[in-house]
């Protein structure tokens, strides 16, 4: 548990600082996160190393961050960045089907037939409206986005109308 003693080998106690609502933030955010980088275009297995790294640092340097929410997001896109900028991708990719828990709602949701052509929809959508709408989805309003992301509101919006043509009219082909 968070603030606790804990033993290390060979070393004997170690104190762990104590972060008051981090542990709260963390139970609430982790499937949050996951499923922004899902959106993203990031495979659930990817999404959840992502999320725990950035987790990290989150707690490191929880007593001096304001907008947690924000910067956990801000932190696991540009993992993501990183670890894209850094990954050979092999010319057969396996689908990542693993449940999160076979009797998980979580797990239903993401790969239900619905979920599953929303998924392939977002992947053909260009990275900027990806970004856009994996922050949109997660309840930030353009003029934050844009504030986020260093871009123009009209940007954001621009880029926000785009994607939800593009993918009301693939959904719509995809669902018949």
Same mark, same amino acid.
């Given at each position: 548990?968070?603030g606790?003693?804990?033993t290390?080998r060979?070393?004997?106690?170690?104190?762990?600082?104590?972060?008051?609502?981090? !542990?709260?933030f963390?139970?609430?955010?982790?499937?949050?996160v996951?499923?922004?980088?899902?959106?993203?275009?990031?495979?659930?297995?990817?999404?959840?190393?992502?999320?725990? !790294?950035?987790?990290?640092?989150?707690?490191?340097r929880?007593?001096?961050?304001d907008?947690?929410?924000?910067?956990?997001?801000?932190?696991?896109?540009?993992?993501?960045?990183?670890h894209l900028?850094?990954? !050979?991708?092999?010319?057969?990719?396996?689908?990542?089907?693993?449940?999160?828990?076979?009797?998980s709602?979580?797990?239903?949701?993401?790969?239900?037939?619905?979920?599953?052509a929303?998924?392939?929809?977002?992947a053909?959508?260009p990275?900027?409206?990806?970004?856009?709408?994996?922050?949109?989805?997660?309840?930030?309003?353009?003029? !934050?986005?844009?504030?986020?992301?260093?871009?123009?509101?009209?940007?954001?919006?621009?880029?926000?109308?785009?994607?939800?043509?593009?993918?009301?009219?693939?959904?719509?082909?995809?669902?018949?």
């Amino acid at each position: 548990m968070i603030g606790r003693a804990v033993t290390a080998r060979r070393k004997g106690p170690v104190a762990v600082p104590d972060h008051p609502g981090f !542990e709260g933030f963390y139970r609430e955010q982790t499937p949050r996160v996951v499923a922004f980088l899902l959106v993203l275009g990031v495979q659930l297995s990817t999404a959840k190393d992502l999320t725990q !790294e950035a987790m990290i640092e989150v707690y490191r340097r929880w007593d001096s961050i304001d907008h947690p929410k924000t910067y956990i997001r801000t932190v696991v896109s540009r993992n993501w960045a990183k670890h894209l900028a850094s990954t !050979e991708f092999p010319t057969n990719e396996i689908p990542d089907r693993t449940p999160i828990d076979d009797n998980s709602p979580l797990s239903e949701v993401l790969f239900s037939e619905t979920s599953q052509a929303y998924r392939r929809a977002l992947a053909q959508l260009p990275p900027r409206q990806r970004q856009v709408m994996a922050w949109t989805a997660d309840g930030y309003r353009p003029r !934050e986005i844009a504030e986020i992301l260093d871009i123009s509101g009209d940007n954001v919006r621009a880029n926000l109308r785009k994607a939800r043509q593009t993918l009301d009219k693939t959904l719509r082909g995809d669902l018949r």
